[in-house]
């Protein structure tokens, strides 16, 4: 650390690699440290309350320079999360029936990852297979979890804190990005 509450040049390089795949022991590596105990130090700078109040600023400042927004990333990956394969098609053991694209909400088709029919000509008859392949759920929610933080360490401790009534809450003209007040229950994210 540079001044108290600063980062270092190599501290913010960091926190820059971090925002390029969320993936704090690689981000610390190309930031120019050691790959030697690079998780260790890696989760331990990326707790730290000034690297987390530079990233809030670089987010920020992403979302400000170009039409991906962060709002905008989060409901396409919401909709694939939170997609329902019953929207786009019906089945019971003998049949498949799919709803016509054409009637399907943006929210539902964005879910979608791709729609095939096969046809099979035999002596017997034709067949038509038909299939739906949704995104991946998982990936999109895991996606969505570490946006909202909800597996760092950073929010784990704020979480226990609003359990006994403290929330820190960001707040950038502070030397170190954060006030303590009340945890306040129906408080809106800033």
Known sequence: MGKKGELTPKQK???????????????????????????????????????QAYLSLLRKRQSASTEVTIERTLAEISRVAFGDVTQVLSFTDSSLTLEDSKSLPQ???????????????????TTIRKSVKMHNKMTALSLL???????????????????????????LERPLGWRIEPYVANRANT
């Open 13 to 51: 390089r960091f926190c820059e690699e971090y925002l390029v795949d969320f993936n704090a022991t690689a981000a610390y590596i190309r930031a120019g440290y050691s790959s030697k105990s690079a998780a260790t130090n890696a989760g331990k700078l990326l707790v730290n309350s000034a690297a």
């Open 107 to 125: 929210d539902v088709t964005a879910a979608i990852e791709s729609v095939t029919f096969q046809e099979n000509n035999t002596e017997a008859g």
């Open 145 to 171: 979890a570490d946006y909202f933080g909800i597996r760092d360490d950073f929010n784990k401790a704020r979480a226990t804190l609003r359990r006994y009534g403290i929330d820190m809450v960001e707040d």
